[in-house]
């Protein structure tokens, strides 16, 4: 990078940084090892590999607000999901876990994971609460870092996407 | 597939062999959960897989990767605190009252792991002393490579800085270096970390006016303990202190230290004439 | 001894709590910091509180604000344990009068060990 900018021909990255410029997919999935092993547990490991997503998936995701924007969306299969919430709450897991339980255990994971990415980037940024539901849209398709994973053999994708359209290009 | 019994004695034999450390039986469960990322590493299903592998082609590397993951323990900072209270409440003011104004301090953390030990000791000391970085010096050995690199390198996970490290001296000496935390740079030039193995011939260093050897000798045989005793006692000043783990003594083992009590820690110094 | 758990994530006060009763703690939660004055109005005033940063309602540094303001509740213990993990955050919260920081994801051990550099890890299980 230099200082000096003739400012002809300016590309888009120059001027707001996507997420791709501030981390790689390593840097996610060390923030997602880390999450797993204190949280769902010990011997819980993610294996970086895709899978088929199942037709009935959920998503759990914090806003990052600050130099960059955007979200960290975990998306994974509704019965994952539960499984999840399950191991995160062992022994205080109810018998029927509710749909609450399941958004806010989830929930909690993205707040987690959202968290470490966010102390990642150029700050100073805020973070949201957790939201859970239908995944929010990817708006620059450019602007998006994601890794695949499985845990216990099921898929789950961790994406790190920008929350503003791709700059007009100029003239 | 969990490890047989024939799997596990050979990795005992081996751990024991390469570093003195004795594993006790019982220990199936470290053996398996601290070698399945090697298995994994080299492209294998499990444990038995990788003895069975490593035992019918020997290499160097794949057998120092399993003496390293044996033989090293996840640190909290404060683990234990109170032998790092004893050094700034009653430690340090002597050595400073003993020793001239221009003299380093020489400190010895012999079994440093991924650093811990050694910046807590310069932590401590960085705020005790206006002038640290050139009053103290602070060695960092230990027997993994692996380590020694991570001691240099003064970068610590999330998980790792939530261990014991007490927040305002997090916010103090660290800063953010992405998803790690870095210790600061002064301290870093504080801390000489190399490879050292306890139980062979010792490097010339020292010599220390401090020495932590803490929940090192627990592993060894008797007659290694001792040897690892007398080497260290011939690299400390004859007024230093060593401080040991909680659970283990030099008492029984090598009757040339003298025990003292400090608070609700004990020190060790070396007797005279002894 | 007793503990205020404040958190607006079910999930992370049944953990949090779940480790402060196998310690022996008397734990009651909140689910954010409104609540948890609301707790400490009854006049249950614990000996440690652990606090969420962002919540809805009342977030955790407006809640430490809030107990420091108010010298009846001076020795209770204020320990942050938010996924806000930030150099700046950190210092925030300190300044704001927080003891002591637990950066999310933690173990149960990371958690202990923190309450052993508080002074309230009971002895009995210290080991």
């Keep these: ?171 | 597939m969990s490890l047989t019994a024939t799997s596990f004695d050979w990795v005992r034999e081996l751990v024991r062999k390469e570093s003195a450390i004795v594993l006790q039986p019982g220990k199936e469960y470290l053996v398996e959960a601290r070698l399945l990322p090697i298995a994994r590493q080299m492209g294998l299903p499990d444990v038995a897989k990788l003895v069975e592998t490593v035992r019918s082609r020997p290499d160097a590397d794949s057998t120092r990767k399993i003496v390293e993951a044996l033989t090293t323990n996840e640190t909290s900072w404060f683990r234990d605190g109170d032998p790092f209270t004893a050094l700034t409440s009653t430690v340090l003011p002597q050595l400073l009252a003993a020793r001239g104004a221009n003299e380093r301090l020489q400190i010895w953390s012999a079994a440093s792991s991924s650093g811990q030990e050694p910046y807590t000791i310069a932590m401590l000391l960085d705020d005790a002393l206006p002038n640290a970085a050139t009053r103290v010096s602070i060695t960092a050995t230990d027997l993994s490579r692996e380590m020694v690199a991570r001691t240099k390198a003064g970068r610590f996970s999330q998980l790792e800085v939530n261990r014991g490290l007490p927040a305002p001296m997090l916010v103090r000496h660290f800063q953010r270096a992405g998803t790690e935390w870095e210790v600061s740079p002064n301290l870093r030039r504080m801390v000489n970390a190399s490879e050292c193995n306890l139980a062979a011939p010792l490097p010339r260093m020292g010599p220390f006016d401090v020495v932590y050897l803490r929940n090192v000798l627990i592993y060894f045989d008797l007659p290694t303990k001792q040897s690892i005793l007398r080497r260290v006692r011939d690299l400390m000043r004859p007024d230093g202190w060593l401080f040991l783990g909680a659970a283990e003594t030099t008492l029984g083992v090598d009757d040339s230290w003298e025990r003292v009590v400090i608070g609700r820690s004990s020190a060790y110094r070396p007797l005279k004439g002894a | 001894m007793r503990a205020l758990v404040i958190d607006d994530s079910r999930a992370m006060r049944r953990i949090v709590t779940g480790i402060l009763t196998d310690l022996g703690y008397e734990v009651r939660d909140a689910g954010h910091g409104g609540e948890g004055l609301d707790v400490l109005n009854e006049g249950w005033v614990p000996d440690l509180a652990t606090i969420d940063w962002n919540m809805p309602v009342m977030d955790g540094l407006q809640f430490v604000s809030a107990v420091r303001s108010n010298p009846a509740w001076r020795r209770m213990t204020m320990m942050m344990v938010t996924s806000e993990s930030e150099h700046t955050q950190i210092v925030r919260a300190l300044a704001a009068g927080a003891h002591e920081y637990m950066i999310k994801p933690f173990t149960a051990d990371a958690f202990r060990d923190k309450l052993a550099l508080l002074g309230l890890l009971p002895q009995e299980v210290a080991l």
């Excluded at chain 1, 600050?66 to 709450?89: D, F, K, M, N």
């Excluded at chain 1, 029927?96 to 100073?124: Q, R, T, Y």
């Design chain 1, 1 to 171: 990078m230099t200082a000096q900018d003739t400012g002809e021909r300016r590309r888009t990255s120059d001027a707001r940084p996507v997420i791709t410029d501030l981390m790689d997919e390593g840097t996610i999935l060390a923030v997602a090892e880390e999450a797993w092993v204190s949280l769902v547990g010990e011997e819980e490991v993610l294996v970086p590999l895709a899978g088929e997503l199942p037709a009935d998936v959920v998503s759990s995701w914090v806003d990052v607000v600050g130099p960059w924007t955007g979200s960290v969306v975990l998306t994974t299969g509704q019965a994952t999901a539960e499984a999840l919430s399950r191991a995160l709450l062992r022994e205080a897991a109810p018998e029927v876990l509710e749909p609450e339980d399941v958004e806010d255990a989830f929930g909690e994971i993205a707040n987690v994971v959202g968290g470490s990415v966010k102390a990642a980037l150029p700050g100073p940024s805020g973070l949201s609460l957790p939201q859970v539901g239908h995944a929010p849209l990817v708006r620059n398709p450019v602007d998006v870092c994601r890794v695949d994973v499985l845990w216990r053999g099921e898929p789950l994708t961790i994406s790190v996407q920008g929350a503003l359209p791709p700059l007009p290009a100029s003239h």
